[in-house]
């Protein structure tokens, strides 16, 4: 299609543009100019910026299809202006072989909705004793190898792994929790979780987890994705080991920087999630640490849950939350709220999350993927079940206001998703 989006404002954080200007496409890409176009957006008041990256959306296929199905999920991210997205290998069977990789790559691309990069098992059935293919599972498509949240107890596993994917300059991504400490909790280890009777989660199960991530980073030369950071103390390491040069990025869930451990209130299971909400300080911590770049990028960390797992008492309710579609207005609340400009918040979500995923996409600039997401920025709706176009209702957001409507995704040059 040849289309041009005319007057919007066009901020690209890869290039740091932030201007009044029309974008032309032409054969799935940003082109120069444009003659003839088949058809004219008109965007004045409209913000056009890549399209979303988000590097942790759960899609509960294959295995979990009574939580969430392929089509309610692309059709959320694209909705939620999110082009591209990675999946945790956390499926039934874990994406833990060749033939289930390329049959998940198969299904997302018949929809024609966003892009699905698989992310592949770093163990066989994510049991932690056995490592994977990953030369295999590479070729298929994985573009970095997890655990996703299942432990690695085993740290001689984990160094022949990180051995393993560094001979061949693959990406690790793990989240840094140890499995003894955080056993059996559902909570920040706190006043609030004692208050609740609630078992806890000491900050330090992170860190020490995340400190012998950071050594055998030193060992082995891996490149490391550290996932869902959630407490103050783990950011400064991440600061310190940046500062020392190891090949070292991070996120965090967006929950996370808006949210704390307070914010369970009653036992809100809507507010059961792995990591936990940690305290005020540490949501602070984390808030800043993405302002400054310290973390690398935010992502949705999209869990849909069913119903029948999600209302039960707190302790005994599955965790997540569904978040492909509020990605972007919570990222543009916390720029707001930090005082951050539009180019350097939506940064997170587009050309630093392109960076770490090893995509092309993430820009506006001529030849690039035409992979955009038009939004209004100021624009209010209100966090309802009957809103979300995810098959999963649990959001600890529901019933808030937030700004920042998408009125229309691109991806590849079609227009997928357009509000009515």
């Given at each position: ?98 033939g289930l990789v390329d049959m998940l790559r198969r299904r997302a691309k018949s929809l024609s909705r966003a892009r ?85 989660i000491p900050p330090f199960a992170e860190t020490i987890a995340l400190a012998t991530l950071v050594e055998l980073v ?77 973390i690398d990028c935010a992502v949705s960390d999209h869990t849909p849950v069913d119903e029948d797992r999600k209302q ?109």
């Amino acid at each position: 299609m040849k289309l041009l989006v005319r007057g919007a404002r066009v901020v690209d954080p890869a290039s740091g543009r932030d201007a009044i200007a029309d974008v032309a496409i032409a054969d799935g890409r940003i082109a120069e100019r444009l003659e003839a176009p088949e058809r004219v957006i008109e965007a004045d008041g409209l913000v056009l910026a890549p399209g979303l990256i988000d590097l942790s959306a759960r899609l509960r296929e294959p295995g979990y299809e009574y939580k969430a199905r392929l089509e309610s999920e692309l059709e959320a991210a694209v909705a939620g202006g999110v082009t591209s997205l990675a999946c945790p290998p956390d499926t039934d069977p874990p994406l833990d072989e060749p033939g289930l990789v390329d049959m998940l790559r198969r299904r997302a691309k018949s929809l024609s909705r966003a892009r699905v990069y698989p992310v592949g098992a770093l163990t066989v059935k994510l049991a932690g004793e056995r490592l994977t293919e990953m030369v295999e599972l590479a070729a298929a498509g994985c573009v970095a190898f997890s655990q996703a949240n299942a432990p690695l107890k085993d740290t001689q596993v984990l160094w022949r792994a990180m051995q393993y994917a560094a001979t061949f300059g693959y990406p690790v991504w793990l989240r840094a929790e140890d499995a003894w400490l955080a056993s059996g909790g559902v909570a920040h280890d706190g006043e609030h979780a004692t208050r609740l009777g609630l078992p806890g989660i000491p900050p330090f199960a992170e860190t020490i987890a995340l400190a012998t991530l950071v050594e055998l980073v030193r060992a082995t030369g891996t490149r490391l994705h550290v996932c869902r950071l959630s407490t103050a103390a783990a950011v400064e390491m991440v600061r310190a080991a940046k500062r020392e040069g190891l090949p070292v990025t991070c996120d965090v869930a967006i929950h996370h920087v808006h949210l704390c451990d307070a914010d369970i209130g009653f036992f809100d299971s809507n507010c059961r999630l792995e990591p936990p909400l940690r305290s005020a300080r540490d949501r602070e911590a984390l808030a800043a640490g993405l302002a400054d770049g310290t973390i690398d990028c935010a992502v949705s960390d999209h869990t849909p849950v069913d119903e029948d797992r999600k209302q039960l008492p707190f302790d005994e309710a599955e965790p997540g939350a569904t978040a492909l579609e509020l990605l972007l207005p919570l990222t543009l609340k916390w720029a707001a709220e930090r005082g951050l400009p539009l180019v350097r918040a939506l940064a997170r979500v587009t050309s630093d999350a392109a960076r770490v995923l090893g995509c092309a996409g993430g820009r506006i600039a001529p030849g690039a993927p035409a992979d955009l997401v038009l939004f209004d920025p100021k624009a209010p709706f209100r966090v309802a079940p009957e809103t979300l176009k995810s098959q999963g209702r649990n959001t600890p957001f529901l019933g808030r206001e937030l700004a920042g409507r998408v009125r229309a995704t691109i991806v590849a040059g079609q227009i997928v998703y357009e509000a009515q």
